[in-house]
């Protein structure tokens, strides 16, 4: 079977909310798509759960993990993927209605390698508690700006399969999975920016997402080590266009 989108989602000590963010994907599932659950060991009911929702849905799979963070947990997951689409998924959050299908068909419309929706953060009650995030953060093309303080957020990303063959697996040692992904595409593909929201985020004490300001020495070693390899990923495709 042919597979249109893959939604790829690393759950870890997931159990609070996992339920109503695998319901709001659940719901926007076609018949030939699939959403795989990449499971790192965890405390809670987090296993119980996923395999629950597996074994009555058939589109859904749970790939087990080795445990060594949250870039591997999501390598993990998009490693398994096998849609033309892939969608990245954190655990908490809730997905709006329609965005499965409005992002691929902006795929169609822009031949676009990746895009980027809208969003709002929500807290522990679901609850609204900010602006949009492309107002807030200021969020659209500008390479060099995201480059050093960019606010991309995976939840709200997709990419084609192509694109992911040339990105994928994301380094380990980069310090954001998202700003990796965005900046690829802003310098080598196409990356397209949707203003409609169709993402709750949440914002809870337990978000993989620093809150707090990093030092600027570690700042800088990151941002070093994310041009060192980006250049590399330039070297490739100049190699690959070669051949």
Same mark, same amino acid.
């Given at each position: 079977m042919t597979v249109r989108a893959s939604v790829a989602m690393a759950v870890y000590q997931g159990e609070k909310y996992l339920k109503k963010q695998l319901d709001s994907i659940i719901?926007?599932?076609?018949?030939?798509?699939? @959403?795989? @659950?990449s499971y790192d060991s965890s405390t809670d009911r987090t296993w119980e759960i996923i395999n629950t929702y597996a074994a009555g849905d058939g589109r859904i799979f749970v790939v087990t993990d080795g445990g060594q963070g949250v870039i591997d947990n999501f390598n993990n997951a998009l490693a398994h993927c096998r849609g033309r689409y892939l969608f990245i998924a954190d655990q908490d959050d809730i997905w709006l209605p329609g965005k499965i299908d409005n992002m691929i068909a902006a795929f169609g419309r822009t031949g676009a390698s990746l895009i980027v929706h809208n969003g709002v953060a929500i807290d522990e009650t679901d609850t =609204?508690?900010?602006?949009?995030f492309f107002s807030t953060y200021r969020i659209g093309p500008s390479f060099w700006r995201n480059f050093f303080q960019s606010r991309y957020s995976g939840c709200c990303m997709a990419f084609t399969a192509e694109f992911a063959s040339?990105? $994928?697996? #994301?380094?380990?040692?980069?310090?954001?999975?998202?700003?990796?992904?965005?900046?690829?595409?802003?310098?080598?593909?196409?990356?397209?920016?949707?203003?409609? =929201?169709?993402?709750?985020?949440? $914002?809870?004490?337990?978000? =993989?997402?620093?809150?707090?300001?990093? +030092? #600027?020495? =570690?700042?800088? +070693?990151?941002?070093?080590?994310?041009?060192?390899?980006? +250049?590399? +990923?330039?070297?490739?495709?100049?190699?690959?266009?070669?051949k």
């Open positions: 719901t926007q599932l076609g018949d030939d798509d699939e @959403l795989v @659950l =609204v508690i900010s602006d949009d040339f990105v $994928l697996p #994301i380094p380990e040692d980069c310090d954001a999975y998202d700003r990796y992904l965005a900046l690829c595409a802003e310098r080598f593909a196409r990356i397209v920016f949707m203003d409609e =929201v169709f993402i709750h985020h949440r $914002l809870h004490g337990k978000n =993989v997402t620093p809150r707090k300001s990093r +030092k #600027i020495d =570690v700042i800088l +070693k990151t941002r070093w080590k994310m041009w060192q390899t980006l +250049k590399l +990923k330039r070297r490739l495709m100049g190699l690959q266009n070669r």
